[in-house]
């Protein structure tokens, strides 16, 4: 079985080692643009990579799949020139706006599906342009309203990676990550990815849509609750 570790470690029963992973941040408070981009370059100086204390070159084939990407200059670009060997990476994009397509015409390195990352394939239903989405479900709200296709991310990942890949997940995906996880935790898909960061989207930040129903502790327990099956899971924002 994995190594028993302490405090802020965290078990690699590939190597039967245990390597530091950063606290979770408990309390989140609401704040402006500026000091939410002061505190996402923070946070991202403080990440520990998987990567920086396992040699990820012992996989022969690994794997970057980046579920609300938005334009290639955006988190493709940041895990291809910031993670480890990160331009050895497969890299998989996916994004519910079509509009991004274009910046990726010069980088065929990487794969773009314009799909909504989601539990089910179905259509969608957006509040918002092309910068910025959210998901309707329950609520009503002002318009313009769009709408995308979905797909089943759990069953993608079962049918795409497997047991001895390395793969790395980002999800920002306003507000579907509690639905999607759960759902890749539900189907036992969660096992394949090896690291994962997740922008948690919470009633603290956000007023639209499926936010407004969670509060904090909710997306803190999510977290921990991952880290204790295995994923080392961090925050993306």
């Not at 000091?35 to 100086?45: G, I, L, P, T």
């Not at 991004?100 to 342009?129: I, S």
């Given at each position: 079985g994995p190594p028993a570790c302490g405090v802020d470690l965290f078990p690699v029963p590939e190597t039967g080692t245990c390597i530091p992973i950063e606290r979770v941040n408990k309390m989140f408070p609401r704040v402006g643009l500026p000091a939410r981009m002061e505190r996402w370059a923070k946070r991202h100086s403080t990440?520990?990579?998987?990567?920086?204390?396992?040699?990820?070159?012992?996989?022969?084939?690994?794997?970057?799949?980046?579920?609300?990407?938005?334009?290639?200059?955006?988190?493709?670009?940041?895990?291809?020139?910031?993670?480890?060997?990160?331009?050895?990476?497969?890299?998989?994009?996916?994004?519910?706006?079509?509009?991004?397509?274009?910046?990726?015409?010069?980088?065929?390195?990487?794969?773009?599906?314009?799909?909504?990352?989601?539990?089910?394939?179905?259509?969608?239903?957006?509040?918002?342009?092309?910068?910025?989405?959210?998901?309707?479900?329950?609520?009503?709200?002002?318009?313009?309203?769009?709408?995308?296709?979905?797909?089943?991310?759990?069953?993608?990942?079962?049918?795409?990676?497997?047991?001895e890949d390395f793969v790395v997940v980002k999800l920002d995906v306003e507000a579907a990550e509690y639905r999607v996880l759960r759902h890749m935790v539900a189907e036992r898909v969660i096992g394949l990815v090896d690291e994962l960061f997740v922008e948690f989207h919470f009633r603290e930040l956000h007023r639209l849509g499926r936010a407004a129903r969670y509060p904090r502790a909710v997306s803190v327990a999510l977290l921990h609750e991952l880290r204790a099956l295995g994923v080392y899971c961090h925050e993306w924002a």
């Amino acid at each position: 079985g994995p190594p028993a570790c302490g405090v802020d470690l965290f078990p690699v029963p590939e190597t039967g080692t245990c390597i530091p992973i950063e606290r979770v941040n408990k309390m989140f408070p609401r704040v402006g643009l500026p000091a939410r981009m002061e505190r996402w370059a923070k946070r991202h100086s403080t990440v520990v990579f998987k990567g920086r204390h396992v040699d990820v070159s012992r996989w022969p084939r690994r794997v970057y799949v980046d579920g609300g990407a938005r334009d290639y200059n955006s988190s493709v670009r940041w895990f291809r020139t910031t993670y480890p060997r990160g331009d050895t990476f497969e890299v998989v994009a996916f994004d519910a706006n079509p509009a991004w397509r274009g910046t990726y015409a010069a980088h065929p390195e990487v794969t773009f599906h314009a799909l909504a990352v989601w539990d089910r394939n179905e259509t969608l239903t957006f509040r918002g342009g092309h910068k910025a989405r959210a998901f309707v479900e329950d609520r009503v709200l002002d318009g313009p309203y769009d709408t995308a296709r979905a797909f089943d991310f759990a069953a993608w990942l079962r049918g795409h990676v497997r047991a001895e890949d390395f793969v790395v997940v980002k999800l920002d995906v306003e507000a579907a990550e509690y639905r999607v996880l759960r759902h890749m935790v539900a189907e036992r898909v969660i096992g394949l990815v090896d690291e994962l960061f997740v922008e948690f989207h919470f009633r603290e930040l956000h007023r639209l849509g499926r936010a407004a129903r969670y509060p904090r502790a909710v997306s803190v327990a999510l977290l921990h609750e991952l880290r204790a099956l295995g994923v080392y899971c961090h925050e993306w924002a």
